[in-house]
């Protein structure tokens, strides 16, 4: 009997997108709060600002998306394993 396992695989892909999405927010969050004061105006003061906000509701969504896969992988392993003791 063959098992697939593509679902673990998906979960996995699925956690990896996660984590460079991840990385892409901490990036937009460390070039936003390094920029210094006399570079910007008035307006993009407030425009940095909101990409840092923008960059931490990034970095709180692939947290999700990390845990929501996680749990894929998780339920992956437990049918492949109830799998092998049915069939052992």
Do not use: W
Request: glycine residues 6%.
């Amino acid at each position: 009997m063959q098992i697939n396992a593509s679902s673990f695989l998906h979960g996995q892909t699925g956690l990896q997108n996660s984590q460079n999405k991840l990385d892409q927010a901490s990036r937009k969050i460390a070039d936003a709060s390094t920029q210094t004061i006399g570079q910007q105006q008035s307006i993009e003061k407030s425009n940095s600002g909101s990409e840092i906000q923008d960059g931490l509701i990034e970095a709180n969504s692939s947290k999700l998306e990390a845990q929501a896969n996680a749990k894929v992988i998780d339920a992956a392993n437990k049918s492949i394993g109830r799998l092998i003791d049915i069939k052992a």
